[in-house]
């Protein structure tokens, strides 16, 4: 199966997404096999606890963030599985008459995310590329915490695919990392276990997230921090055609 197509003038972004036979891409097989793809590890990561301390207690807060931006009775996109409660909050803020369609390019995810959601019906878990753009565009897509996982160029690539993925007078919710305030105590924490362990993390310390996007007047961009700087929410809202 081809996951990625080379585009003309498009060299370091076919390179960064080059994907084995399987179609998991190299940068997540060779980055984070220990986080995603390891039927031994992936249970025990993928519980609410581990997720509450790795963002450092901050879990519920920024799911709350990204829930806050969904209408009950919307189609909404999430463009890669997330350990923990989210998909189960995202099922239930669209609601019976809505929709929530989870995708990863992991097969292992998929299983695990489709646990997660038994018994919503609302709720479909299917394997899918955040780089590629949907065929039948969404109210809402949702981008918890890939962008800083994945090259720069994949980064351009997932964000003009999800921005494309959303109607006019719909909406992208990017929750992230970035760059903590200077005082910040836990800064050099973070760099450390981003040098170690993240290598496309810093990406988001470097550039804004609209920075990745194509230059277009149809999006207006918001953004908040939290934690000392240490997380952002951006949500890029595509214009209604006038
Ligand atoms: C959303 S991020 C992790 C979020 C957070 N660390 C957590 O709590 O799970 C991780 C997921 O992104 C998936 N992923 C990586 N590249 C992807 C892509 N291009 N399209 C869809 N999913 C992707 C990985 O397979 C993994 O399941």
Request: with cysteine.
């Amino acid at each position: 199966m081809t996951f990625y197509r080379k585009q003309d003038g498009d060299t370091s972004a076919a390179q960064a997404c080059a994907s084995t036979s399987t179609g998991v891409p190299d940068y997540l097989r060779e980055t984070y096999t220990w986080a995603y793809l390891n039927p031994k590890t992936v249970p025990w990561l993928s519980s609410a606890p581990v997720v509450a301390a790795i963002l450092w207690g901050n879990a519920s807060r920024l799911i709350r963030k990204t829930v806050e931006e969904i209408e009950p009775g919307t189609r909404v996109l999430q463009a890669a599985a997330v350990y923990g409660r989210f998909s189960t909050k995202l099922a239930q803020a669209v609601g019976e008459n809505g929709q929530l369609d989870v995708i990863d390019i992991a097969p292992i995810q998929v299983e695990t995310a489709r646990k997660r959601v038994q018994g919503m019906n609302q709720a479909k878990v299917m394997i899918g590329d955040a780089s590629v753009v949907r065929s039948t565009p969404y109210d809402t897509v949702v981008c918890f915490f890939l962008l800083h996982e994945v090259p720069e160029a994949m980064k351009n690539k997932i964000v003009s695919a999800l921005l494309a993925s959303t109607k006019p007078g719909g909406k992208v919710v990017f929750v992230d990392y970035h760059k903590p305030s200077p005082l910040h105590p836990l800064k050099p924490v973070m760099s450390k276990i981003f040098d170690w362990l993240e290598p496309f993390a810093k990406g988001l310390w470097h550039k804004e997230i609209e920075e990745y996007a194509p230059d277009n007047n149809d999006v207006i961009w918001r953004k908040e921090t939290l934690f000392g700087g240490m997380y952002q929410k951006v949500v890029a809202e595509r214009r209604k055609p006038t």
